[in-house]
T-cell receptor, first 114, second 112 residues
Framework: DTAVSQTPKYLVTQMGNDKSIKCEQN?????MYWYKQDSKKFLKIMFS???????INETVPNRFSPKSPDKAHLNLHINSLELGDSAVYFC?????????????FGNGTRLTVT | SQQGEEDPQALSIQEGENATMNCSYK?????LQWYRQNSGRGLVHLIL?????REKHSGRLRVTLDTSKKSSSLLITASRAADTASYFC????????????FGKGTKLTVNP
């Protein structure tokens, strides 16, 4: 299936721990994103990568570090997790040079920090 | 902030009725997009309307755009229980899709 897939779907961890979320897309897109959706469903962009190069970093704490080993993968590592990091994290992809290219989203990773 | 604002926040209708959701935004745009999010799932792109378009149709969906008022509406005709979801508008702020800004969404419930 062509899709954006992210793992794990659920992640429960304690404050202070370090965790990673992985994302892969097989749509041939060149741009990938991480979005954070809070408990009120507000969706906010965190990072965007184009061909492995960071193009958007939206004032996200340094504890969040994205890594893109190739244009089909964009992982998110979070250090020293805090209660406020609890949210659903969505990976997405698109074609940057195609006008009006819509975003394709993964099904999200629900992170719960206790 | 360029963030879109959907209205209403929640909408409950009966199957067969039409559902209208509105979106207002603050900056100039190249295009405006609507997405649907089913519970526990990612967002799915529904329809895109360019800034030089006023109306667009796709199946039971009808989107209008009024750039003078910086607003858009999404109409779902003959709604079905399967249309139950949250609906979000997203604007590009005059740039590309790499910086889409989403509104807070309208939660639509279609009762069978």
């Amino acid at each position: 299936d062509t899709a954006v897939s992210q793992t794990p779907k659920y992640l429960v961890t304690q404050m202070g721990n370090d965790k990673s979320i992985k994302c892969e897309q097989n749509l041939g897109h060149d741009t990938m994103y991480w979005y954070k959706q809070d408990s009120k469903k507000f969706l906010k962009i965190m990072f965007s990568y184009n061909n492995k190069e960071l193009i958007i970093n939206e004032t996200v704490p340094n504890r969040f570090s994205p890594k893109s080993p190739d244009k089909a993968h964009l992982n998110l590592h979070i250090n020293s997790l805090e209660l406020g990091d609890s949210a659903v994290y969505f990976c997405a992809s698109s074609l940057r040079d195609r006008e009006n290219s819509p975003l394709h989203f993964g099904n999200g990773t629900r992170l719960t920090v206790t | 902030s360029q963030q879109g604002e959907e209205d209403p926040q929640a909408l409950s209708i009966q199957e067969g009725e039409n559902a209208t959701m509105n979106c207002s935004y603050k900056t100039s745009i190249n295009n405006l997009q609507w997405y649907r999010q089913n519970s526990g799932r990612g967002l799915v792109h529904l329809i895109l309307i360019r800034s030089n378009e006023r109306e667009k149709h796709s199946g039971r969906l009808r989107v209008t755009l009024d750039t003078s008022k910086k607003s858009s509406s999404l109409l779902i005709t003959a709604s079905r229980a399967a249309d139950t979801a949250s609906y979000f508008c997203a604007t590009d702020g005059g740039g590309g899709s790499e910086k889409l800004v989403f509104g807070k969404g309208t939660k639509l419930t279609v009762n069978p």
